[in-house]
T-cell receptor
């Protein structure tokens, strides 16, 4: 595709419900990142996928958060039993990272999650 | 692991004035360094990046940044700001030679006075 796409663009859910956020990276990009952006908190790293390597999950805030990347392309971030503090914009980015070299991260428009 | 600090949460400058946004990083080796801008209602856009070579890096929209290893800094500068530069600016650091994640600072929000 032309860029990174994310769906839905907005999601309103009730506390305790599960949500799934989707990211379609740029075709051919091997690296995929999830970030959370809360007001005044900058971009909080959540999880990083690179090729076939085990994902770096060190940023996931609790075991209610999980993510997978199928076939090295589309990624889904799942939040179980949502809490009000999960309300934020969730950003996905991809890059054509090669070993020993970083390329530009391309960001999607984000999914704004509101937990009531 | 790498980390990055942007000490200024908000910066206000007058239109036409010069700008410097601070960024300090922590990493045991030479890092990859980035500046991104997020305009209101827009996604993040890369302004410039440093991998190696010349420590003064030119970016888009008239921005530049200088890598200073001795100070662990990568400050963003612009000689004359425009009202359209009002946005949030993020510094980011990655690890050289490793398939490692990129870490962002908390951002600096730039306000422009007419």
């Amino acid at each position: 595709g032309a860029g990174v796409s994310q769906s839905p663009s907005n999601k309103v859910t009730e506390k305790g419900k599960d949500v799934e956020l989707r990211c379609d990276p740029i075709s051919g990009h091997t690296a995929l990142y999830w970030y959370r952006q809360s007001l005044g908190q900058g971009l909080e790293f959540l999880i990083y996928f690179q090729g076939n390597s085990a994902p770096d999950k060190s940023g996931l805030p609790s075991d209610r958060f999980s993510a997978e990347r199928t076939g090295g392309s589309v990624s889904t971030l799942t939040i179980q039993r949502t809490q009000q503090e999960d309300s934020a914009v969730y950003l996905c980015a991809s890059s054509q990272a090669h070993r020993g070299e970083y390329n530009e991260q391309f960001f999607g428009p984000g999914t704004r999650l509101t937990v009531l | 692991a790498q980390s990055v600090t942007q000490p200024d949460i908000h910066i206000t400058v007058s239109e036409g004035a010069s700008l410097e946004l601070r960024c300090n990083y922590s990493y045991g080796a030479t890092p990859y360094l980035f500046w991104y801008v997020q305009s209101p209602g827009q996604g993040l856009q890369l302004l410039l990046k440093y991998f190696s070579g010349d420590t003064l890096v030119q970016g888009i929209k008239g921005f530049e940044a200088e890598f200073k290893r001795s100070q662990s800094s990568f400050n963003l500068r612009k000689p004359s700001v425009h009202w359209s530069d009002a946005a949030e600016y993020f510094c980011a650091v990655g690890a050289v030679g490793r398939d490692d994640k990129i870490i962002f600072g908390k951002g600096t929000r730039l306000h422009i006075l007419p």
